[in-house]
DNA sequence: CTGAAAGCGCTAACAA
DNA sequence: TTGTTAGCGCTTTCAG
């Protein structure tokens, strides 16, 4: 069996509330018998049982990380930047992939609550608002993470979504694009990008065309037969903004596999920046989202709602920023 | 506070004895009664404390995944296999990024063993073999993915790494290369897979040159500064297999900064079949992991145990696939 | 400076 | 069928 704490206690001659003294570094011990209880530990080989103190009132240590799909380089790059600070601050996090799956998101919710986890990072792509409620009714802190939620007074870490998509607009239309498409998420930030859209076509007078704009869950798969439904119609577009880098993959695929050339033919531009965006070729241009300051941001929000200390709750909207690469230009004939 | 088993006893007018069968379906109990409890439990929005559970002696549902690196797209498609494979089977997983860094893996472990986990799955590039067998002497379960040991008597999942390397270059070789560079990982796959490498040059009467064979850490930069070191090379390779597709990207984007064309003048062949070999231009040959596969096995495997049931370990190979795209081909003038 | 003892929320005999 | 009770391993007063 593991040794418990009444195996180090007997071992070094003390109680047991000597040993927990030592483990905590509460109380008042001395040296000699600090070294003895110490010592105790090292030949036994003993590891403090987390879940007994977490029994007796103190925290887990734990978090619960909400991501709708780790697969997906954006959530990779997010969940690494969140780990990583955690890790530092001493917690370890439980990851929650949700697939965009309701049924995992409250499987899920239910889980963390019966962990006694400290606190939960919801990342974007939440289906289920009414399910962070009954996180929070548990008195356990949350904080948003690149999803904000108009109704919920929860701590946010996010980007300015329509300026992302204003930024994107701006340099497509800036380069002499009129038949701009646009394939959105089917999540909030989206809403915010596609109206971003819109704003940014009425500016210069385009008209806003329903034909132009397709709503699909994030993929590659998802951008190609997107891509492949602009490209039929009679007058497809010259210019499409994903409203991710998976979905701006797709597109650059499906263009590949016509024969059209980007950007000569047609201009994409992604939305993250992610290893994607690099790695295409052409390199892609894209709306950079500052993920390891939103990992580090979000993490130390949470931890300040855990400690209860501080600061009252807010939302913090980090900026974008336009990465011109090489799947943009002006379209032919400008 | 949180509702506790006695509130939910005391709601429902039975004892804590009873509410316990009823959650965990044991003993024999009366229809009415359950019901009572059941809506009391409702009532209260009652979620019973995994952390007091696990402390008389249960499970605690919660496995630990050790990787090394979530942001590469291997590893990130193989922990949502596993996160997948695990939740269906009602557990959770601790994320446990250990960025190559034995400080890290160490802390890490002893974390893991802290928790109480059920399991722990090591993912390839562990570092500090002597660690896992701490977790071992805690007789903690564990499986090996995507890397064997040969020392340890473990479960382990894996590929035939020498069968990968081995189609890797066979292909390479026989679209007429003879100048053949290599890009290996630190870590012990990547030893197999350079073994394949000289015995397929060996086979086919080629002499094996140092300067074309380097090792490093999995990312595109480093993919990058070793393309530019070969390509300084008096003779510079005519083709290089990069023991990963972020390897294989960066050597990529090199080629393409230097002008060099893919693959009429330089093939490449990465390895992993992950997101990144169908987004490059030209796609990339490579050579593909099943990972789904691998993540469901390593899941069951650890699962088996941890109940202790059945099966004898095992060492289980699955065999990797080359998949031809288009970054390969015949050199120049053959 | 050190130890005894009362819980934390739940499970599992054992009684009733 | 239901309840009583003794722990699980640890923390934390409160005495000594």
Redesign the pocket.
């Known amino acids: 069996?593991?040794p418990?704490?009444?195996d180090v206690a007997k071992e070094a001659n003390?109680?047991?509330?000597?040993v927990?003294?030592v483990?905590?570094g509460?109380?008042?011990?001395?040296e000699?018998?600090r070294r003895k209880v110490l010592l105790a530990m090292k030949e036994l080989n003993y590891h403090?049982?987390l879940v007994?103190?977490a029994?007796?009132?103190?925290k887990t240590g734990t978090i619960g990380l909400l991501i709708p799909d780790i697969s997906n380089p954006f959530y990779a790059e997010l969940a690494k930047k969140i780990e990583d600070r955690s890790h530092e601050l001493g917690l370890s996090v439980v990851m929650c992939n949700t697939d965009y799956d309701e049924e995992k998101e409250e499987k899920y919710i239910s889980l963390l609550i019966r962990k006694n986890v400290d606190g939960v990072i919801f990342s974007s792509g939440f289906k289920t608002v009414s399910l962070i409620q009954d996180i929070v009714d548990q008195n356990i802190p949350v904080a948003l993470l690149a999803q904000e939620i108009p109704r919920l007074a929860l701590g946010t870490v996010a980007i300015d979504d329509y300026l992302g998509g204003y930024e994107a607009m701006n340099h497509l239309l800036s380069l002499g694009h009129k038949n701009v498409a646009i394939i959105a998420e089917n999540v909030h930030s989206s809403d915010l990008r596609l109206n971003a859209y819109r704003d940014a076509l009425k500016e210069v007078g385009i008209d806003v065309h329903d034909q132009y704009i397709v709503r699909t869950n994030a993929s590659i798969s998802n951008g190609k037969s997107c891509a492949d439904h602009f490209f039929n119609l009679s007058v497809p577009p010259t210019a499409i903004f994903a409203c991710n880098d998976l979905l701006a993959a797709g597109v650059m695929q499906m263009a590949g596999e016509r024969g059209i050339k980007v950007p000569e033919e047609l201009s994409i531009s992604g939305f993250d920046n992610t290893i994607l965006s690099t790695s295409s070729a052409p390199t892609l241009t894209t709306i950079a989202q500052p993920t390891e300051e939103m990992g580090n941001r979000v993490v130390d929000m949470l931890v300040e709602e855990i400690q209860g200390k501080g600061a009252s709750k807010q939302r913090i909207k980090l900026l974008p920023e336009l990465i011109i690469r090489g799947s943009t230009a002006s379209p032919k004939g400008n």
Chains 1, 2 share one sequence.
Not at 55 to 58: I, R, S
Request: net charge positive.
């Open positions: 069996m593991k418990t704490i009444y003390v109680s047991i509330a000597t927990s003294k483990i905590n509460t109380g008042r011990i001395g000699k018998t403090p049982s007994a103190s029994l007796t009132g103190k």
